[in-house]
């Protein structure tokens, strides 16, 4: 599994015993996946290099996060630290993983800085990549203060933890042919996520106890109420992943929906969004509707798109909707065709004609199609010509003239 014949040879003292990961992985998670591939590679980041530009077919994608966190554990807090590395090929093919924690000593101001464990996820990352002898690599981050030191533009603290990870980083970057940081705000791309719930997974690990009396069923901590709860009734919030127990969820979604607000994650400043499909864990189906509702009432009829698929109906806005599919892996052509994909049943639909998505041809030929005429859709156009409905030209809903004069208003 190698982009060049030559070897990567280990790198000299006092390198070779933090190069030894052998004694680690009983202590964390590391998988190895499928074989080499090129591709193509598109990144949207802000990049620094000493270094020619190369084809970007050519390298490996290195994403690594390390995360410092104050945890409950039944009633004490507890600082942890982990990391998580995540290597793509050029097709964005994951080919390594792995999770590990990080231990924490002493709380000080350097344990409660954030950047040390991401210098030392970034350092074990290249670590892998060179023992699996990659020789051109890029790697990936969303956090300005590592980009700068990965990048040169600051200098560490003599005699810190810091100076010593970036000095091994440094002389890291000396075992591939080309090496390069990229840095970005998005935690859009996929890597990036990956390496952010593989570190999160690390911690949470820690912060759970196995029961006296059943050493199978794990408890962990509620944040939010200081109570003890079975880990299969904590809910994790997408993206986020901050993590509180079924009852707090409950009440605090239930309290921002009666002042009819769409609730958010209840962690401090955090503004993730919680979605309907996610709070079927713990909601009960009244507050489902609810939710469903609220959701409806603030978002305008001209943005709102419902999912076409008969077994979904979801309702999201058109913004939304765009949002998820630029993520989802859909095809830029695709996407300025009016391709859209449902957050929910995962279909592609289009966003103009309001039908499953009808590829490699227009709106148009679609309606002319035999699939059309002979499906549901055709069907219920038929249907409206007969009955005299109209389609709105703002949000496109079928509409019926029940009295009154033929002006309409779409609200």
């Given at each position: 599994?190698?982009?060049?014949?030559?070897?990567?040879?280990?790198?000299?003292?006092?390198?070779?015993?933090?190069?030894?990961?052998?004694?680690?992985?009983?202590?964390?998670?590391?998988?190895?996946?499928?074989?080499?591939?090129?591709?193509?590679?598109?990144?949207?980041?802000?990049?620094?290099?000493?270094?020619?530009?190369?084809?970007?077919?050519?390298?490996?994608?290195?994403?690594?996060?390390?995360?410092?966190?104050?945890?409950?554990?039944?009633?004490?807090?507890?600082?942890?630290?982990?990391?998580?590395i995540v290597i793509l090929d050029p097709n964005d093919k994951l080919i390594f993983e792995m999770n590990m924690p990080l231990e924490v000593f002493e709380e000080n101001d350097e344990v409660k800085n954030s950047v040390?464990?991401?210098?030392?996820?970034?350092?074990?990352?290249?670590?892998?990549?060179?023992?699996?002898?990659?020789?051109?690599?890029?790697?990936?981050?969303?956090?300005?203060?590592?980009?700068?030191?990965?990048?040169?533009?600051?200098?560490?603290?003599?005699?810190?933890?810091?100076?010593?990870?970036?000095?091994?980083?440094?002389?890291?970057?000396?075992?591939?042919?080309?090496?390069?940081?990229?840095?970005?705000?998005?935690?859009?791309?996929?890597?990036?996520?990956?390496?952010?719930?593989?570190?999160?997974?690390?911690?949470?690990?820690?912060?759970?106890?196995?029961?006296?009396?059943?050493?199978?069923?794990?408890?962990?901590?509620?944040?939010?109420?200081?109570?003890?709860?079975?880990?299969?009734?904590?809910?994790?919030?997408?993206?986020?992943?901050?993590?509180?127990?079924?009852?707090?969820?409950?009440?605090?979604?239930?309290?921002?929906?009666?002042?009819?607000?769409?609730?958010?994650?209840?962690?401090?400043?955090?503004?993730?969004?919680?979605?309907?499909?996610?709070?079927?864990?713990?909601?009960?189906?009244?507050?489902?509707?609810?939710?469903?509702?609220?959701?409806?009432?603030?978002?305008?009829?001209?943005?709102?798109?419902?999912?076409?698929?008969?077994?979904?109906?979801?309702?999201?806005?058109?913004?939304?909707?765009?949002?998820?599919?630029?993520?989802?892996?859909?095809?830029?052509?695709?996407?300025?065709?009016?391709?859209?994909?449902?957050?929910?049943?995962?279909?592609?639909?289009?966003?103009?004609?309001?039908?499953?998505?009808?590829?490699?041809?227009?709106?148009?030929?679609?309606?002319?199609s035999a699939s059309y005429t002979n499906g549901n859709d055709g069907k219920l156009d038929s249907l409206a010509r007969r009955e005299s409905w109209k389609i709105c030209v703002n949000c496109n809903h079928m509409i019926?003239?029940?009295?009154?004069?033929?002006?309409?208003?779409?609200?």
């Open positions: 599994m190698s982009d060049d014949s030559s070897s990567c040879s280990p790198p000299n003292p006092p390198l070779n015993d933090a190069l030894d990961t052998k004694k680690e992985e009983k202590h964390h998670l590391k998988r190895f996946h499928g074989s080499y591939k090129k591709g193509n590679l598109s990144p949207n980041f802000w990049s620094l290099s000493s270094q020619s530009s190369l084809p970007e077919t050519e390298c490996f994608k290195l994403f690594s996060k390390g995360l410092v966190s104050k945890e409950l554990v039944k009633d004490n807090e507890v600082i942890f630290a982990a990391i998580g040390w464990p991401q210098l030392e996820a970034l350092v074990k990352g290249m670590k892998h990549a060179c023992s699996l002898k990659l020789k051109k690599l890029i790697s990936y981050g969303d956090d300005h203060i590592l980009y700068v030191y990965a990048t040169g533009l600051r200098k560490p603290i003599r005699g810190t933890k810091v100076e010593k990870l970036v000095n091994q980083m440094s002389h890291l970057q000396t075992k591939f042919k080309y090496w390069n940081t990229l840095f970005s705000t998005d935690k859009g791309p996929r890597g990036i996520k990956l390496a952010f719930k593989s570190a999160r997974d690390a911690i949470v690990s820690q912060i759970q106890w196995p029961m006296m009396t059943n050493g199978t069923k794990l408890m962990e901590t509620c944040r939010l109420c200081s109570t003890y709860a079975f880990v299969n009734n904590i809910f994790t919030v997408d993206n986020c992943l901050h993590r509180y127990c079924f009852n707090c969820m409950g009440a605090h979604v239930k309290f921002m929906l009666l002042r009819e607000v769409m609730p958010k994650c209840p962690h401090g400043e955090c503004q993730t969004a919680l979605s309907i499909d996610s709070c079927r864990k713990f909601l009960k189906p009244g507050g489902v509707e609810l939710m469903a509702r609220v959701q409806a009432t603030i978002i305008p009829y001209k943005e709102r798109v419902y999912c076409p698929s008969p077994r979904c109906s979801m309702l999201m806005s058109r913004q939304k909707a765009l949002e998820y599919t630029q993520t989802a892996g859909v095809g830029v052509a695709e996407i300025q065709g009016g391709a859209r994909k449902c957050g929910k049943c995962k279909n592609l639909f289009c966003i103009n004609c309001r039908v499953p998505w009808h590829k490699n041809m227009t709106c148009n030929e679609y309606k002319n019926e003239l029940a009295d009154g004069c033929n002006e309409m208003s779409c609200m």
